[in-house]
């Protein structure tokens, strides 16, 4: 037997350790060839006074085995600390979340017995990447970060996932109607990497249709590949209706590391009452095994755990009546799968792992691309400001002005309210003031903005952000105000 794998365990919060229990009992019973490195992570590491939520020494860990297990980790709803779920999937360069999702027709209940995707989710940037800001008494900003680079990467990542795995068609769901920039490069980054697999058919949804047909019609999907944010919710949907948010497990895969982990929160309402299902942590270490190329145990755990599903051992997400036989707590659930180890499905399909080539993890490269030339040509300058007529600021601002640098409008909330101001438009206190290069300038340097701020400054006036405006070949790098 060659020599065990060794893999970095986390029980994490709420019905975390008891659906790792569960699993770890069942790979045992499956023989799986591998050796368990415990860390801990999550609430009690923050209480320790972790603010990331996992100390020094447990990184080592996690760097060191470069696989890993992980049970769900509370994160804390809007306040407190950072989700350590995100920080470690940067951390650890795992950029590609892959989910799939699968209906266990007849045997757990469903309105979409042929459905059969993955979701291949980008995992590092988007809004995830928490950069956000008070930035007046009534406006919050977060950044959304989208990168050509990491566009690539998961879109590549896409579209090799579905050629290793027969996979027929990828579809690209983003919101580039309304962000037309952020999601405008994902979408034309799509499209150019698409046309290097003619064998691989393609399709883009916005992402609001796009979730609406995964809940009514989630067969026509085969791999779908989007930005973080947006993969977030539609696995979470994809996956309750297939039956149950708690039947789906998912890999995150990076160059070096990988962790999987069940898609499903921490759900401490029922943490401590052996009411838990293990499946989704449970399909995440089938997912590992395989990774590691345990194909055998893989096998037999998914196949145990299949003719436990058939055979209506249920917990009481997935209970019905009508399908169920026997309504089952998690040890229980965990003591049944492991009886049936070495038995197959029969009205399922069962799986034989070992018969798939093993290609090993799957590699990305980027393509190089050409520098481009970089123009300042304006600068956006965010103002506080309790006033309600745009008249009177504009005139206020307009007064810095100069041949080189023109205030050409001024927006509220994204829409333009000078120089002319709409009928009913209702005001708020953040401005945008956007100041360009005067017809004889061309391009600005840092010294012009510099001078504008410094009349800011003078005035009294409480500026509390800029962004330069630049052309990248010419292009505009910027978009235009609503209403311009």
């Given amino acids: 037997m060659p020599e065990a794998t060794p893999i970095t365990v ?23 060839n591998i050796k368990i490195d415990t860390i801990e992570v999550g609430a009690v590491e923050y209480q320790r006074g972790h603010s990331s939520g996992i100390a020094p020494k447990s990184w080592e860990t996690l760097r060191r085995n470069k696989i890993m297990l992980k049970a769900p980790i509370t994160t804390p709803q809007g306040g407190g600390y950072k989700s350590l779920n995100v920080t470690m999937r940067k951390s650890l360069g795992l950029f590609a979340n892959v989910r799939p999702v699968t209906t266990y027709h007849p045997f757990v209940k469903t309105m979409h017995p042929k ?16 950069i956000e800001h008070r930035q007046t008494q009534d406006a919050v900003q977060c950044l959304k970060l989208i990168t050509r680079s990491g566009s690539e990467k998961i879109i590549r990542y896409a579209f090799e996932y579905a050629v290793a795995n027969g996979r027929k068609k990828v579809t690209c769901m983003s919101k580039d109607n309304i962000m037309k920039m952020a ?21 883009h949804y916005i992402i609001d249709i796009g979730a609406a047909r995964i809940a ?15 993969g977030d919710i539609i696995s979470d949907i994809a996956a309750e209706v297939s039956g149950s948010v708690g039947l789906a497990g998912s890999s995150n895969i990076g160059q070096d590391f990988a962790m999987f982990e069940a898609i499903h929160g921490s759900a401490p309402d029922i943490a401590g009452k052996n009411m838990a299902n293990p499946s989704g942590l449970l399909n995440a270490a089938v997912m590992m095994l395989i990774h590691i190329g345990d194909k055998k145990a893989a096998t037999m755990v998914q196949n145990a755990w299949l003719k436990t599903i058939e055979d209506g051992i249920h917990t009481g997400d997935i209970y019905n009546a009508e399908t169920s036989k026997e309504k089952v707590g998690t040890r229980e659930f965990a ?25 090993g993890p799957i590699r990305v490269e980027l393509k190089p ?29 307009n007064a810095f002005s100069t041949d080189r640098l023109k205030l050409k409008l001024i927006t509220n909330r994204g829409l333009k309210v000078w120089p002319e101001t ?20 061309k391009t600005i340097t840092h010294q012009d903005i510099a001078s504008l701020i410094g009349k800011y400054a003078e005035a009294g006036l409480d500026f509390i952000k800029t962004e330069h405006l630049y052309n990248f070949d010419g292009e505009r790098g910027y978009s235009q105000a609503q209403g311009e």
């Fill in 10 to 32: 986390a029980y994490g919060d709420g019905i975390g350790p008891e659906i790792m229990e569960a699993t770890l009992k069942i790979l045992a019973e499956a023989k799986a």
């Fill in 115 to 130: 459905m059969d995707m993955v979701i291949v989710r980008e995992n590092e940037e988007d809004l995830y990447a928490g």
């Fill in 183 to 203: 999601d405008g490069l994902f979408h034309r980054v799509f499209d150019e990497v698409g046309a290097e697999y003619p064998g691989i058919e393609k399709d």
């Fill in 216 to 230: 009514a019609k989630p067969d026509i999907f085969d791999v779908i590949v989007t930005q973080n944010l947006y």
């Fill in 335 to 359: 003591r049944a799968v492991m009886d049936r180890m070495g038995e197959q499905p029969i009205k399922l399909a069962a799986v034989n792992f070992e018969l798939t080539e093993n290609k």
């Fill in 369 to 397: 691309r050409k520098a481009q030339k970089k123009e300042l040509v304006g600068i956006d300058v965010f103002l506080d400001w309790n006033g309600q007529n745009p008249q009177e600021i504009g005139e206020r601002i």
């Fill in 422 to 441: 709409p009928a009913g438009v209702n005001l708020y206190d953040h401005w945008r003031c956007r100041f360009v290069a005067g017809e004889d300038a």
